[in-house]
């Protein structure tokens, strides 16, 4: 089994661009997340997709937006990269009412100029 | 903001002794997970405890959690070089039944040096 799968894993964008991030889950779970990883700190929750047909906003969503494609695939958009969002993302996934861990992809690198 | 912080910020130890990590946290949840990550790459699942358990082992792992203090410990036993790494507690909200639909809540991390 691949896990979850993210592309691309290193991306350098000018202020401004746009660009999506691609995640995909091969384990049948229902719930996918996006979070960001800064020096130093832990993960922050940007978004995510309790179920198949929804998503809901994490603890910084601003500048970014998401799509739920099918149940496998969690797509991430910056529609305006800033220098901000230099930082490293995470796609994860569980099966959400066994309360059990979360699959994390081996991120996307992203670095905006 | 940030549920869980983890104490010491940074750990390092001898190769064969224990290392123990702690983890405090704000609110009420349903369960409590530790994560690793080493350097560059993505966090790997170790061990989940759920608010009404109060230890558990796996390997040389084991945690325990006090809900009346909100806190978490993480011991580490017979350490490795292979076990230099970031840990991270993560906390799942009691809101669904099975905890964490919403998202895991992540401290700070204890960045763990081995020496060999």
């Known amino acids: 089994n691949a896990g979850v799968t993210q592309t691309p894993k290193f991306q350098v964008l000018k202020t401004g661009q746009s660009m999506t991030l691609q995640c995909a889950q091969d384990?049948?779970?229902?719930?996918m997340y996006w979070y960001r990883q800064d020096p130093g700190m832990g993960l922050r929750l940007i978004y995510y997709?309790?179920?198949?047909?929804?998503?809901d906003k994490g603890e910084v969503p601003n500048g970014y937006n998401v799509s739920r494609l099918n149940k496998r695939e969690f797509s991430l958009r910056l529609e305006s990269a800033a220098p901000s969002q230099t930082s490293v993302y995470f796609c994860?996934?569980?099966?959400?009412?066994?309360?059990?861990?979360?699959?994390f992809g081996s991120g996307t690198r992203l670095t905006v100029v | 903001s940030q549920q869980g912080e983890e104490d010491p910020q940074a750990l390092s130890i001898q190769e064969g002794e224990n290392a123990t990590m702690n983890c405090s946290y704000k609110?009420?949840?349903?369960?409590l997970q530790w994560y690793r990550q080493n350097s560059g790459r993505g966090l790997v699942h170790l061990i989940l405890?759920?608010?009404?358990?109060r230890e558990k082992h796996s390997g040389r792992l084991r945690v325990t959690l006090d809900t009346s203090k909100k806190s978490s410990s993480l011991l580490i036993t017979a350490s490795r070089a292979a076990d230099t790494a970031s840990y991270f507690c993560?906390?799942?909200?009691?809101?669904?039944?099975?905890?964490?639909?919403?998202?895991?809540?992540f401290g700070k991390g204890t960045h763990l040096i081995i020496q060999p």
């Open positions: 609110t009420s949840i349903n369960n």
């Open positions: 994860a996934s569980t099966w959400t009412g066994r309360g059990g861990g979360y699959t």
């Open positions: 405890i759920r608010s009404n358990e």
């Open positions: 993560a906390t799942a909200a009691q809101i669904y039944s099975g905890g964490g639909a919403d998202g895991l809540t």
């Open positions: 384990m049948n779970h229902n719930s």
């Open positions: 997709s309790a179920s198949e047909g929804t998503t």
